[in-house]
């Protein structure tokens, strides 16, 4: 039995050909799997479980058949759907992770994360992820009526864009050391993330000894998957159009 990995589908009413393709992948390629982690930026934007969108309930609902099939479900926060809470994990049969998280794939320990945190010369970005992870900040704003946030929403992302466009490449990837330091500490030699939405398999040394840096891709015209079966990890991407 295989298990999934996933990130970036940013599922939003103005794609519902992506929505398709991740129906599509809990029938097809990951029906029966033994879990399905989804590793942040599932949506494109949340702004609290009670939103009444019919794409949260949809959702909701096509992934607790899939997880009351057998599979376990695993979901963490990326950043934009930071604010996705218990209440709509339930709903799906779903278990949030905290980022980062050790999990064991193939036989090996295996360090999962989102990896914004890892983009640390995104100062900008820093100081509103710390901003946006703090309780209190979270409260105050699910506190507000749904119409307010979903404007506060689209400010934030309207904001970013904005910011995104005038950094450097490399501020928008993350930091080398970053990763060794979190590959170090957690002492694995497999790292998963998604956020850059660089899908690739990067090779690393770490002590003398031969590790790994896998990047999950977002979907689009391609969805992107990490296949993890006892002989090891597969990424994997395969055209979406329907
Ligand atoms: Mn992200």
Redesign the pocket.
Known sequence: MATYLIS?LHLDETRPDITRAFFAFLKGEAANAEALYIL??FFEVWIGDDDDAPLADEVARQLRQYSDKGTALYLMH???DFLLGEDYAQRCGATLLPDPSLVELADSPVLLM???SLCTLDQEYMAFRQQARNPQWQQALLAKPLEERRQIAAQIRAVSKSMNSRKAEDIMDVTPDEVMGEMRKHQVHTLIH??THRPARHPLTIDGQAAERIVLGDWGDQGWCIRAEKNGLELIHWPTAD
């Open positions: 970036d942040g930026d990326g950043n934009r989102h990896g914004d998604g956020h």
